[in-house]
């Protein structure tokens, strides 16, 4: 049988795997704020120019959040089910 072999070399002396992953996290989180202070800004832009579709908005989404929240509980009937 053949022997695989790999010319592929890493540095050595760089940063650790653990301090990278953590730039890439710091990096998501900036990239994060970044996209969360653009929303804003739109956001509030659409606010002031159409302040009727946002009370529209707001209403409709409460509605759907009410029907999920506080659906009312199910009553669950075991009085056909036999226990052993």
Do not use: C
Not at 15 to 21: F, H, N, P
């Amino acid at each position: 049988m053949a022997e695989a072999r790999s010319n592929t070399q890493l540095p050595i002396g760089t940063k650790s795997v653990i301090e990278e992953e953590i730039e890439a996290f710091q990096q998501g989180i900036e990239i994060g704020r970044q996209y969360a202070d653009v929303a804003r800004r739109r956001v509030a832009g659409w606010a002031e120019e159409h302040p009727g579709q946002l009370i529209l908005a707001g209403l409709v989404g409460g509605f759907i959040l009410g029907k999920l929240l506080f659906r009312p509980r199910r009553k669950i009937d075991l009085s056909g089910v036999e226990l052993d």
